[in-house]
């Protein structure tokens, strides 16, 4: 199985440290560059009021199969955690989506670091 990334993310935050834990938590904003080959990918995208993004942890290295809740917490699995050192280090935010120009999707709700790789943008379909 391999993927190649759709984009990439261009925002302030640079340090892993600096990001938020979670989307819910975050100030920050970015734009998503989609590259070319996938600008086609983007038509009725700027009528949603927020998208699905999923990305590569391309910061993380290794992984536990059980570890600590926001790093000091309660000891549980990864699979009950929203950490980035996972089996496959893929991640998903739901982020407001404030535009779409030409091959940029400007988003805010940020939890991710300058350069991470988009892996796919989807639309946001809450439960009704």
Known sequence: ????????????????????????????????????????GLAGLDGQDRIVVLFHFHLSKDYELLQHRRGAGELTGVFNLCSPMRPNPIGMSVLKLTAVKGCNVYVAGLDMVDETPILDIKPFKPFA
């Open 1 to 40: 199985m391999c993927y190649e990334p759709i984009g990439i993310l261009h925002t302030e935050l640079t340090e892993l440290s600096e990001a938020p834990r979670f989307y819910t938590e975050s100030p920050y904003t970015g734009v998503i560059e989609v590259f070319p080959p996938y600008e086609q």
